[in-house]
């Protein structure tokens, strides 16, 4: 999983301001289920699901868009045609895992997309001309820096324990906690308290307005998937005034 570390060059190029705005949009319907389970509110989750494979396919990552469709699709294959004839402790957790797998999903899938297409660099100067705050600036670019540092460093391990023999298939099944994930978190401890020293060392806290070379700015894109979100919201409020279903 390699995220964005250089200036993305795609089909489609969007400002991160409206990046946001989308995963924003997306967890809004899909994931707090926004709108409730009336006709109008389901079809927009389905609208904003299918624009989410889109984006991430378009992108370049046609792959992981695959994928992440195939579980959406199994998930309601078992809620249409095994959960019906399960029950017990094993239906409700078949169904628990199809929830969180059909909630989550959507808004997985957009977040993957902010994070693949926008380098925090782009993040940094499009938040500076929204005027958003540091203390909300600088700890999203600590985690834009956070997600693929992480990823190496996981599979470095990963490829360390391999060679050494540890795996769930393998006879050392029972040492993979101690070697794999209690070294995969405390690197994570200490790869977030250097990235935030790296950040605020390259005065990105500092008063005055840092400058940037990223090349950010608002499209005939941008201005369609903004419409796009506009036009859920719209739909919702005349839900609420009983024009639409």
């Known amino acids: 999983m390699n995220f964005a570390t250089s200036s993305y060059r795609g089909i489609l190029r969007f400002d991160p301001r409206t990046k946001i705005l989308f995963t924003l949009t997306v967890g809004a319907f ?27 396919g378009v ?23 095994a ?27 957009a977040a993957y997309w902010l994070l693949f297409t926008t380098t925090a660099d782009e993040l940094i100067a499009a938040l500076q001309r929204a005027h958003v705050p540091q203390a909300v ?10 997600f693929p540092t992480v990823t190496a460093e996981a599979r470095q391990i990963n490829d360390a324990m391999r060679m050494r023999g540890v795996h769930v298939g393998g006879g050392k099944a029972s040492e993979m906690f101690e070697y794999r994930v209690v070294p995969m978190v405390t ?18 806290g500092a008063s005055p307005t840092r400058t940037s070379i990223a090349r950010i700015g608002f499209g005939w894109a941008d201005a369609l998937l903004i419409a796009g979100c506009a036009a859920c919201f719209g739909a919702l409020a005349c839900v609420g005034f009983g024009v639409l279903a």
Not at 84 to 106: C, D, K, S
Not at 187 to 204: C, F, M, P, Y
Request: net charge positive; glycine share 10%; with cysteine.
């Open 30 to 56: 899909c994931l707090t289920l926004l709108g409730g389970n009336s006709a109008t509110a389901g079809a927009i989750r389905w609208a904003l699901t299918a624009v989410s494979f889109l984006l991430l």
């Open 59 to 81: 992108c370049g990552r046609v792959r992981a868009a695959a994928c992440f469709a195939l579980m959406l699709a199994a998930s309601y294959a078992l809620a249409e045609w």
């Open 83 to 109: 959960l019906p004839h399960v029950g017990g402790f094993l239906g409700w957790f078949i169904y628990a895992g199809i929830g969180m797998t059909t909630q989550t999903l959507p808004s997985a899938v």
């Open 137 to 146: 600036t600088i700890p999203l670019a600590v985690m834009f820096r956070f």
């Open 187 to 204: 690197n994570s401890v200490k790869i977030a308290d250097e990235l935030s020293q790296a950040a605020l060392t390259r005065g990105l």
